[in-house]
C-alpha cells in the first residue's frame, strides 16, 4: 500500500532519529515511520530549537543529511518532520519539498509557527500552496497548525479555520499538536475537513491508539516521545551505574545476535 493509500485508513506512524532506529520501527511492523526533528537534534547534542529566539537549531542541510540516512534505510515509507521549511518565504518552501522528495521521503509535515510566532494566515496558505506545487502528485503533504502548542494558545476554531484553509490551499493531511484530551479530537475530526493526524507521548497524556482509532483520527505519530524515553533509559542507566555500580538495565538490551541479524542482514544501499 502506498503512503498516500495508506491515508484512507488508520495506521500508526512511530518516529525514527537515526537508520538503526528507522530500521527498527520497520521490523516492529508499522507501515510507515516519520523522522523527529527533535530526535535527531537531541541526538547530535542541540536543542529541538535555539534559546531564546526559538529558531531550529539544526540547519536543513544537517537535517536532510540524517533525513536521507533514515530515508535509505526504511523498507517502509518515510514522512518527513520539515519544521517550518526552514524559511518564511513560500519559495523556500518549495525548495524543501522538492529536496524532501530527492531524499526518497513519500511524504512531509510544514508547520505554520516559525517558534517565535504563527505566520499570518494569508501567508501560511501561500506557503501550502507553494508546497503542494512542489510536491508533485505522489507525496503526501502534511499541513500542521500550532496555535494549540503556544504558551497563550489561539482558540480552536481559528486552528480548525486554519487547517480548513490549508486543505483547500492542497494538503492532504492535517495536524494539530497541542490537543490531548479525547472530547476535542473528536471535534477536530468532525470539523476538519481531512484526514487528522494526532501525536500522542506528549507530556502525561493516557490517551491509547485505541481511544484514537475510535474517535475517528487517520494517522497517529509519536514526534520525540520514543527519542527522549530512550534518553531517559540512557540516563537512569548512567545514574545506576554511577551510584549504585550495578547494571540491571542491561537486562533490557537486544541481544548482540539478533541486532547483527537485523542490521547485517540488509542489503547494501
Known amino acids: 500500500m502506498t503512503f498516500r493509500e495508506l491515508h484512507t485508513e488508520f495506521f500508526v506512524m512511530p518516529n525514527a532519529w537515526d537508520a538503526g532506529t528507522a530500521v527498527i520501527l520497520a521490523a516492529a511492523g508499522f507501515p510507515a515511520i516519520a523522522t523527529t526533528s527533535a530526535g535527531i537534534a537531541f541526538s547530535l547534542a542541540k536543542g529541538d530549537h535555539t534559546l531564546p529566539d526559538g529558531a531550529p537549531s539544526v540547519s536543513r542541510e544537517v537535517m536532510f543529511e540524517r533525513i536521507r540516512e533514515i530515508a535509505a534505510a526504511s523498507d517502509v515509507?518515510?514522512?518527513?518532520?520539515?519544521?517550518?521549511?526552514?524559511?518564511a518565504e513560500p519559495e523556500r518552501v518549495a525548495e524543501t519539498i522538492a529536496l524532501a522528495r530527492e531524499a526518497g521521503l513519500a511524504g512531509g509535515n510544514i508547520e505554520d509557527y516559525d517558534g517565535r510566532e504563527l505566520y499570518d494566515a494569508e501567508l501560511a496558505v501561500e506557503r501550502i500552496v507553494a508546497a503542494r506545487?512542489?510536491?508533485?502528485?505522489?507525496f503526501v503533504l502534511t499541513a500542521r497548525t500550532d496555535?494549540?502548542?503556544?504558551?497563550?494558545p489561539t482558540s480552536?476554531?481559528?486552528?480548525?479555520?486554519?487547517?480548513n484553509r490549508f486543505r483547500?490551499?492542497?494538503?492532504?493531511?492535517?495536524?494539530?499538536?497541542?490537543?490531548?484530551?479525547?472530547?476535542?479530537?473528536?471535534?477536530?475530526?468532525?470539523e476538519i475537513?481531512?484526514?487528522?493526524n494526532v501525536v500522542v507521548g506528549l507530556g502525561t497524556?493516557?490517551?491509547?491508539?485505541a481511544d484514537l482509532q475510535s474517535a475517528g483520527v487517520i494517522r497517529i505519530s509519536l514526534g520525540g516521545s520514543i527519542a527522549r524515553a530512550a534518553l531517559g533509559f540512557i540516563r537512569r542507566s548512567a545514574e545506576e551505574l554511577a551510584t549504585k555500580?550495578?547494571?540491571t538495565f542491561a537486562a533490557d538490551q537486544i541481544p548482540q545476535a539478533e541486532l547483527n541479524q537485523l542490521f547485517g542482514s540488509r542489503p547494501p544501499r
Request: proline share 5%; with cysteine; glycine share 14%.
Open 168 to 190: 483547500a490551499a492542497g494538503a492532504d493531511c492535517l495536524y494539530v499538536p497541542g490537543v490531548s484530551d479525547l472530547d476535542t479530537i473528536r471535534t477536530l475530526v468532525t
Open 77 to 87: 515509507p518515510v514522512n518527513g518532520d520539515l519544521e517550518d521549511g526552514y524559511g
Open 193 to 196: 475537513d481531512g484526514p487528522l
Open 245 to 247: 555500580g550495578t547494571i
Open 205 to 209: 497524556s493516557t490517551l491509547t491508539v
Open 156 to 163: 480552536l476554531t481559528d486552528s480548525i479555520e486554519r487547517a
Open 133 to 138: 506545487e512542489a510536491a508533485g502528485a505522489d
Open 147 to 152: 496555535g494549540q502548542l503556544l504558551r497563550t
